[in-house]
């Protein structure tokens, strides 16, 4: 049975070649949420899930196919959208690949009862398996949440009305960043971000063996293409809001160079990455966005 604060809730799960394991993940989902949209970006010749079977099994599962990698905001949008057609209040935002924990909805939504003012974006504190330690420190002696600049999407409990004002998810980014500008927009607008202190999922960011660096953790592993991304996203979003949030550009600034001189000497394919990277600068000073058409990156 659904927790009765939980009703006003609909999940949007993003897609993409889902591996085997997203259908138990999916059910440790299911009955925390009134609704679960997920929006599928995988070609429809190489789609992994079987939807007809999925919605069977799972009645209070809806299923959009792209047929096409639209990205990742356009897919945020659509749920967004959805659940404003529908009336829900919240949308609870999940990777693919994130593992909810149970009481998972349940806390984010007592959290949004006690915040104030109300915040727009309730993130989720995390145990990442990588690097072995939450995404921040669980102590409760300085109370269950704390007020943050930026959240990563997964988990993210997100108030519908509030986000479609400020335009919902920039979609010109495709993938990369879109958490981060959101909430930054989100910001600049008067609203707050704050994260719960509860670990309430299992997620990792990146693929593994990416390195760790003093002060910046471990820098995700990425393919080219998400360099690429990357790169060009992480440019446009500090020449945009250095002014209001400089403590957090610099930060970014100074993460994205490192990240470039690791991966530059230290990873797999640095030739095809660091033309990526250059790529991605380039692109972001000519304003060249949307999806990623170089050939020699993808």
Known sequence: MIPQSSVSVCAVVVTYFPDVGFVERLRQLVPQVAKVVIIDNTFAENSALDMKRLVEEFPQVAVFENRANKGIATALNQG???????????IVTLDQDTQCHAEMVPTLLKLSETCQPKPLVIGSNYFD???????????HQDGDYFEQKTVITSGSLIDVRMARSIGGFREDFFIDQVDHEFCLRARKHGHVIVISRKP????????????RLPFLGILPNHPPVRKYYIARNTVVTVSNYWRTEPAWCTRRLVRLLLGFIEMALLEQQRARKTYAFVCGVNDALHKQMGQCERRLIN
């Open 129 to 139: 398996p990588q690097a072995n330690r939450t995404k921040v420190s669980s102590s």
């Open 200 to 211: 309430v999922m299992t997620h990792s960011v990146g693929r593994l063996g990416g390195v």
């Open 80 to 90: 967004l959208d959805f659940a404003a057609s529908e009336g829900y209040e919240w």
